[in-house]
Every structure is written in C-alpha cells, then in structure tokens.
C-alpha cells in the first residue's frame, strides 16, 4: 500500500528526494503521512509528518533542510532532502496514520508502513 522511491548515494552537502505512493490508503477522515530512518544499530525516528490537511512537523535535526510535501490527486508524499550530512544515511520509510489531523512523528502511531528506501551520505 505504500511504495517508497528515489533515495541513492550523495555527497555530503548534496540534495536528494524521495517518494511514496500511498495508493491503498483510503479515509473520509484526515490522516497522516510520514517518514521515519533507521540507520544500522539504531532505534527507528521519525523525521517528517503531514496531514492530509496539509500541517507539517519535523525532527529538530533536520529543520530547515528537509521538506515534505503532498500531492493529493498522485497520492504521493515526498521528501526533498538539502544539504545533506553524514549522519542522514539511514533507510528511508514511509508510514500512513489514520485518523490523523495533528502531524506527528511518532512512530507509535502509525500503522501502514513501506519497505524502505537507503539514502546514503558520503
């Protein structure tokens, strides 16, 4: 129900952009699309929310410099990557919480999840 894609390899300092089509997620009510990392031996965070109303949320290590945006009519969410360091290689997944209005990044909360895409920073 969710497919992620782009991501790859980067130098520091460089931009890259992932995407999830979320095309069996189906809700009269609002729900949340997010993405979440886990690096190698890592616990699984949470880096970007939004609603299907349009609210975002971020992690505070990636402010200014990640944007996730929603195109409703291609059922996709992506995420715009700037200004990338090392410490972002991770595997990149996209996440759907339903009934969801309030955009977060807690991972507890959602439910669908994709199979991950590697975003590696050199």
């Known amino acids: 129900q969710l497919v992620e894609s782009g991501g790859g390899s980067v130098q520091a300092g460089g931009s890259l952009t992932l995407s999830c089509l979320h095309s069996?997620?189906?809700?009269?009510?609002?729900?949340?699309l997010g993405w979440f990392r886990q690096a190698p031996g890592g616990e699984r965070e949470g880096v970007a929310a939004?609603?299907?109303?349009?609210?975002?949320d971020y992690a505070h290590s990636v402010k200014g410099r990640f944007t996730v945006s929603l195109d409703a009519a291609e059922r996709t969410v992506t995420l715009h990557m700037n200004n990338l360091e090392p410490g972002d290689t991770a595997m990149y997944y996209c996440?759907?919480?339903?009934?969801?209005?309030?955009?977060?990044?807690?991972?507890?909360?959602?439910?669908?999840w994709g199979q991950g895409s590697q975003v590696t920073v050199s």
């Open positions: 996440a759907a919480a339903l009934r969801c209005s309030i955009p977060t990044t807690a991972k507890a909360r959602y439910t669908y």
């Open positions: 069996g997620i189906y809700s009269n009510s609002p729900f949340c």
């Open positions: 939004i609603t299907t109303l349009g609210r975002t």
